[in-house]
């Protein structure tokens, strides 16, 4: 069974960085899709990042050219660089991913960006 978590996370003062991985229990070969999404309180969850298989990336306008998402490996599938933070980047973050036409998520990991 695949079962995602992801580190990373904690607080940190706006303008400052973190990156946030996403392991795996079991070795991922041929995924679909690689996300990384995150919710406020009181608000949607949102689709912040994306690398297909092919390489191809896409960003939310809110964190284009702050943020970046990597391929790692088969047991750590995507990572998040996250640069230039800012007080409404404050969510918890998931990571997600599509295996053999499955969607599983991890637990989310809280990042708190403090004015």
């Known amino acids: 069974q695949v079962q995602l978590v992801e580190s990373g996370g904690g607080l940190v003062q706006a303008g400052g960085s973190r990156r946030l991985s996403c392991k795996s229990s079991?070795?991922?070969?041929?995924?679909?899709?690689m996300n990384w999404y995150r919710q406020a309180p009181g608000k949607q969850r949102e689709l912040v990042a994306r690398v297909t298989t092919g390489g191809t990336t896409d960003y939310a306008d809110s964190v284009k050219g702050r943020f970046t998402i990597s391929r790692e490996n088969v047991k750590n599938p995507v990572d998040l660089q996250m640069n230039s933070l800012k007080p409404e980047d404050t969510a918890g973050y998931s990571c997600n991913v599509i295996f053999v036409g499955q969607d599983y998520w991890g637990q989310g990991t809280q990042v708190t960006v403090s004015s």
């Open positions: 079991v070795s991922l070969f041929s995924l679909s899709a």
